[in-house]
T-cell receptor, first 110, second 114 residues
């Protein structure tokens, strides 16, 4: 089992819709979770971090964390074509390393 | 915010030569930096953890004699790919941890070995 798992996609949504990206992790003691956006040929940029169960909202982005289910998600409201990118889920492990999932490719169609 | 500068952004080298990539934290001190490698359409794979003033910690399967890491100061870590081969062609990205801003990534280095 991979430490951090994501569906590679592509996930295709129409402009203006809600995009839902999901991630599961295997280390039950993980405490810190991150969502990064990566455009082709570029390095990742941090979108959201979440540490507590529940929802955390920042503009059009909402991160959701359920530690009991070892599940973290990212919702993007009012999706725009510029949101088209690969979204990487990352988990800070108890070994002090940031472990990435394989990423989900999001395509927002005008 | 925390800024990490990575240089060069791209490099082409001949097979058998060595290439050095620099990673600098510009406005904070980073006792720990991380080096990742990313092949096309794959995720970031951690290669090694660079610790200021001590030896780097390499992930399983990463050759420490091939990928030399030096972290001589609190703001600079370097990765040297020695005797590069075409299979080493990849996107190399460094990251540094700033307590206030979390993990910040450099802009990445596209290495092509011909």
């Amino acid at each position: 089992q991979k430490e951090v798992e994501q569906n590679s996609g592509p996930l295709s949504v129409p402009e203006g819709a809600i995009a839902s990206l999901n991630c599961t992790y295997s280390d039950r003691v993980s405490q810190s979770f991150f969502w990064y956006r990566q455009y082709s040929g570029k390095s990742p940029e941090l979108i959201m971090s979440i540490y507590s169960n529940g929802d955390k909202e920042d503009g059009r982005f909402t991160a959701q964390l359920n530690k009991a289910s070892q599940y973290v998600s990212l919702l993007i409201r009012d999706s725009q074509p510029s949101d088209s990118a690969t979204y990487l889920c990352a988990v800070y492990s108890n070994t002090g390393k940031l472990i990435f999932g394989q990423g989900t490719t999001l395509q927002v169609k005008p | 915010g925390a800024v990490v500068s990575q240089h060069p952004s791209w490099v082409i080298c001949k097979s058998g030569t060595s290439v050095k990539i620099e990673c600098r934290s510009l406005d904070f001190q980073a006792t720990t930096m991380f080096w990742y490698r990313q092949f096309p359409k794959q995720s970031l794979m951690l290669m090694a953890t660079s610790n200021e003033g001590s030896k780097a910690t390499y992930e399983q399967g990463v050759e420490k004699d091939k990928f030399l890491i030096n972290h001589a100061s609190l703001t600079l870590s370097t990765l040297t790919v020695t005797s590069a081969h075409p299979e080493d062609s990849s996107f190399y990205i460094c990251s540094a941890l700033d307590r206030g801003y979390g993990y910040t990534f450099g802009s990445g280095t596209r290495l092509t070995v011909v």
